[in-house]
């Protein structure tokens, strides 16, 4: 049963340290996307890549967030230094361009809480 | 720009009931695709359904149906006969292409009681 893996599922750490989370698509998807869900404003599109490509992060804080495709089974989203702002559950998602369904797949997500 | 609203934030219905998530959108595109997620109390968000703009058909799967209007900007979700593993937030969601980046709506909180 392919499926999205995200790591990890949790994870708490205090302002200032880095945070990465980490993203294996599923196998032969070649557009990968990285959402950020928080109360307040939903789900928000951070990053997303095709073919190992940026192609959008401009949803990202630039200063801070960071985006990578360093092969084809692993996309990462690290953030340093983190912030409490930075709290909230953070999905990957992959898809196959082309595709019938056009469906994405989502992982379980990563839920990050910074004190 | 593209957005999508959906207007109930939270939806309180009795098991058995029929019940519809609203979802209206917005775009200036005239090639789109609709979408419906779930995202039960688990976590995870699960796919339901994609429509493209060229297809108004109306479609239905088992208990579950969509409504889809480009007249009125609107693709509609009805639940029929309800149930409590139907407690879940729904999202509606909109993109430009396939594969390309989702917008997603704020999400409906629907919650079957028993």
């Known amino acids: 049963d392919a499926r999205v893996t995200q790591t990890p599922r949790h994870k708490v750490t205090e302002m200032g340290q880095e945070v990465t989370m980490r993203c294996q698509p599923i196998l032969g998807h070649n557009t990968v996307f990285w959402y950020r869900q928080t109360m307040m404003q939903g789900l928000e599109l951070l990053a997303y890549?095709?073919?190992?490509?940026?192609?959008?992060d401009s949803g990202m804080p630039k200063d801070r967030f960071s985006a990578e495709m360093p092969d084809a089974t692993l996309a990462t989203l690290k953030i340093q230094p983190s912030e409490p702002r930075d709290s909230a559950v953070y999905f990957c998602?992959?898809?196959?361009?082309?595709?019938?369904?056009?469906?994405?797949?989502f992982g379980e997500g990563s839920r990050l809480t910074v004190l | 720009a593209q957005k999508v609203t959906q207007a109930q934030t939270e939806i309180s219905v009795v098991e058995k009931e029929d019940v519809t998530l609203d979802c209206v959108y917005e775009t200036r595109d005239t090639t789109y695709y609709l979408f419906w997620y779930k995202q039960p109390p688990s976590g995870e968000l699960v796919f339901l359904i994609r429509r493209n703009s060229f297809d108004e058909q109306n479609e239905i799967s088992g208990r579950y149906s969509w409504n889809f209007q480009k007249s009125t900007s609107s693709f509609n979700f009805t639940i029929t006969a309800s149930q409590v593993v139907d407690s879940a937030v729904y999202f509606c969601?909109?993109?430009?292409?396939?594969?390309?980046?989702?917008?997603f709506g704020k999400g409906t909180r629907l919650s079957v009681i028993a």
């Open positions: 969601a909109l993109a430009r292409s396939g594969n390309t980046p989702l917008v």
């Open positions: 998602a992959s898809g196959l361009r082309g595709s019938r369904s056009g469906e994405l797949f």
């Open positions: 890549f095709r073919n190992r490509a940026p192609l959008d």
